[in-house]
C-alpha cells in the first residue's frame, strides 16, 4: 500500500464512527478535518466528494462490525448454536461508535443519497445470505428443522435485532435489545433446532461467553 492508499484508508477510518455517529448531513468537513489533522484541499486529493467519503466509510464501518460480531462463530461446530452465538455478540459488542451501521446509514439515506442507499441495500443482502448459509449448513447436517424457511428466519432474526436496537436507542436503555435475544433464543430452540438433536456450541464443549468491547 503506498503513502496515498494508506492517508486514504486514514480519511476513512477516521469518517466512519462520525457518519456513523451524525449522520450524512450532521458530519460536516470539518468535522473529518479535524478528526485527520488534513486540510479541506488534502481530503479532496484523495475523494471526489462527501458522498464518496460517507459511502467508503459506511463499507468500513459495516466490515469492521461485522467482521467483531462473528467472532468465534469458526469455534461452534453447531448451526443453530452459531447463530445463538452471533445473535449474543450482536447485543453485547460494539465495534463502532453510534451503533449498527446498517440501522444508522439506512434510516439516514432513506429520503435521499441513492449510493448510500444502495450500500446499504447491498451490506443487507450479504447479512441475509450470511444467515441464511449457517440455516442451509444446519439442514444439510440434520441439525435444522428440514422444512425451515431460510430466507424468512434469515429476516427475522435481523428485523428482531435491528427492532431492538431501535427501541433500545429511543429509550436509552438495552432492554429491548436483550428482550430481542431472548425471545430469538427461544424461536430458533423451538421453531428451527431439529427435534431430538444434542446441543454442541462449541469445539470445546463449552458455552460461549459475551462481553462488551
Not at 462520525?18 to 470539518?30: D, E, I, S
Not at 452465538?85 to 461508535?97: C, E, K, L
Not at 453510534?98 to 451490506?123: H, K, M
Request: proline share 4%; charged share 30%.
Amino acid at each position: 500500500m503506498n503513502k496515498g492508499e494508506e492517508t486514504r484508508q486514514r480519511i476513512i477510518a477516521a469518517a466512519a464512527p462520525l457518519f456513523n455517529k451524525r449522520g450524512y448531513a450532521g458530519c460536516v468537513m470539518k468535522d473529518i478535518m479535524a478528526a485527520t489533522g488534513l486540510e479541506k484541499g488534502g481530503i479532496y486529493r484523495h475523494f471526489e466528494s462527501k458522498e464518496e467519503i460517507a459511502a467508503e466509510a459506511f463499507d468500513y464501518a459495516w466490515t469492521v462490525s461485522s467482521a467483531h460480531r462473528r467472532k468465534g462463530l469458526e469455534e461452534i461446530s453447531d448451526p443453530v448454536d452459531r447463530l445463538k452465538h452471533y445473535i449474543a455478540g450482536f447485543v453485547t459488542r460494539s465495534a463502532i461508535p453510534g451503533g449498527c451501521p446498517l440501522l444508522n446509514t439506512g434510516v439516514d439515506s432513506d429520503d435521499g443519497n441513492p449510493i448510500l442507499r444502495e450500500r446499504v441495500r447491498s451490506a443487507l443482502r450479504g447479512w441475509r445470505k450470511m444467515l441464511a448459509g449457517i440455516l442451509e449448513e444446519g439442514i444439510a447436517s440434520g441439525s435444522v428443522r428440514p422444512d425451515v424457511d431460510v430466507e424468512k428466519v434469515s429476516r427475522l432474526i435481523i428485523s428482531g435485532l435491528e427492532g431492538g436496537m431501535l427501541v433500545s436507542r429511543i429509550e436509552k436503555n438495552d432492554q429491548a435489545l436483550k428482550d430481542a435475544m431472548e425471545q430469538l433464543d427461544a424461536y430458533l430452540e423451538t421453531r428451527v433446532r431439529a427435534p431430538g438433536v444434542e446441543r454442541k456450541t462449541s469445539r470445546s464443549g463449552t458455552r460461549p461467553t459475551y462481553s462488551h468491547n
